[in-house]
């Protein structure tokens, strides 16, 4: 039993397949794409998609944000940005972190409550790249 998943990026379409299972970092919390899931449509966060056959992982990608619809046979991701996890690194985390913080200070010296809010995602997207590659680091 499968799903077709398909994740979209702004730019091109990344992965169209079938997959047993995908785990997808939802705004409520992380949310299993299965074969027969009740049709949904939700909030991505900042976060980790793997992608399932049986219970090996066999692909995991980076999303920051965006939303996903799902259906009985079929889930479609549209991403805001989306890479592979051995894109990622810890260099690029630090410098985007320092830079929103930066801009958060800004926003908050001129009382741009929309715009913090906005940054606050941000800021913890690229706190989890950090992490992300840290663990990846100190894997057995």
């Not at 990344?14 to 992380?30: F, H, N, R, T, Y």
């Not at 049986?54 to 890479?83: H, P, W, Y």
């Not at 409550?113 to 950090?130: G, S, Y």
Request: hydrophobic share 40%; aromatic share 4%; net charge negative.
């Amino acid at each position: 039993m499968s799903i077709r998943l398909e994740i979209i990026s702004p730019e091109a379409v990344i992965l169209s397949k079938q997959v047993e299972m995908a785990v997808l970092p939802a705004s409520e919390g992380d949310i299993a794409a299965m074969e027969g899931h009740a049709p949904m449509i939700f909030l991505l966060r900042g976060g980790i998609i793997s992608l399932y056959e049986g219970d090996k992982v066999t692909d995991s990608f980076f999303v920051e944000g965006g939303f996903a619809e799902m259906q009985e046979t079929q889930c479609t991701v549209l991403a805001n940005n989306i890479r592979k996890l051995s894109e990622l690194s810890a260099e690029e985390g630090y410098k985007r972190l320092t830079e929103l913080e930066q801009s958060f200070k800004e926003a908050a010296n001129g009382n741009d409550v929309e715009k913090q809010r906005d940054l606050v995602d941000e800021i913890q997207c690229a706190q989890l790249i950090i992490d992300v590659v840290d663990a990846s680091k100190h894997k057995v």
